[in-house]
């Protein structure tokens, strides 16, 4: 059964930085997609950024440039990097993985940006 279980979210001033984590586990993690995602009260969950199992990374637009998606393969972990943090990037923060068809969640870490 796979897991993904999130973490580093926070609370942040503007500006600031926090890196999420995502850790998977009981899977194979071979050939694979990450998505991270995201939430603001009362909007539709948007995508943020993704990475594949061969290292092929894209972020959204709206965060391009401040957020940087990476990977660690022995850790079975995918990081978001965010900097430059603004209160528009309040949300819960879910990371998704698709591999073999199938789609899996975790449970979301919260990210505040406020003074």
């Known amino acids: 059964q796979v897991q993904l279980v999130e973490s580093g979210g926070g609370l942040v001033q503007p500006g600031g930085s926090l890196r999420l984590s995502c850790a998977a586990s009981?899977?194979?993690?071979?050939?694979?997609?990450m998505d991270w995602y995201r939430q603001a009260p009362g909007k539709q969950r948007e995508w943020v950024a993704r990475?594949?199992?061969?290292?092929?990374?894209n972020t959204a637009d709206s965060v391009r440039g401040r957020f940087t998606i990476s990977q660690d393969n022995v850790k079975n972990t995918v990081y978001l990097q965010m900097n430059d943090l603004k209160p528009e990037d309040t949300a819960v923060y879910y990371c998704?993985?698709?591999?073999?068809?199938?789609?899996?969640w975790g449970q979301g870490t919260q990210v505040t940006v406020s003074s």
């Open positions: 009981g899977g194979i993690f071979s050939i694979y997609t």
């Open positions: 998704s993985l698709e591999e073999g068809g199938l789609g899996y």
């Open positions: 990475i594949t199992g061969t290292g092929f990374t």
